[in-house]
Nanobody, 122 residues
Framework: QVQLVESGGGLVQAGGSLRLSCAASGRTFSTYTMAWFRQAPGKEREFVAAITWSNASTYNADSLKGRFTISRDNAKNTVYLQMNSLKPEDTAVYYC???????????????WGQGTQVTVSS
């Protein structure tokens, strides 16, 4: 069982930055791949990035063109998403997820946080 709590969302202007945090807890979370997804109104939930707890191998969505960076702090049991050069199209609810396999597909993750809203104004 894994519990995930996101934080750090808010309202920012285009071109600004935010860092999202995902605090993980539970008996088996350290063996999982952690990921960030986002979902805008009327859109499918979209893969953003993933990272393994074991060796911090990272996987990124090609469409984000390097603006977002995922990282982790094992001592704090926390995964981060650094978002730079934000655009209005980045507006979405951002979700933290955990799964037993490395995947970019939302169906591969069986634990999810509640989401945190990111709104980018122009």
């Amino acid at each position: 069982q894994v519990q995930l709590v996101e934080s750090g969302g808010g309202l920012v202007q285009a071109g600004g930055s935010l860092r999202l945090s995902c605090a993980a807890s539970g008996r088996t979370f350290s063996t999982y791949t952690m990921a960030w997804f986002r979902q805008a109104p009327g859109k499918e939930r979209e893969f953003v990035a993933a990272i393994t707890w074991s060796n911090a191998s990272t996987y990124n969505a090609d469409s984000l063109k390097g603006r977002f960076t995922i990282s982790r702090d094992n001592a704090k049991n926390t995964v981060y998403l650094q978002m730079n050069s934000l655009k209005p199209e980045d507006t979405a609810v951002y979700y933290c997820a955990a799964g037993s396999l490395v995947t970019r597909t939302r169906h591969g993750y069986n634990y999810w946080g509640q989401g945190t809203q990111v709104t980018v104004s122009s």
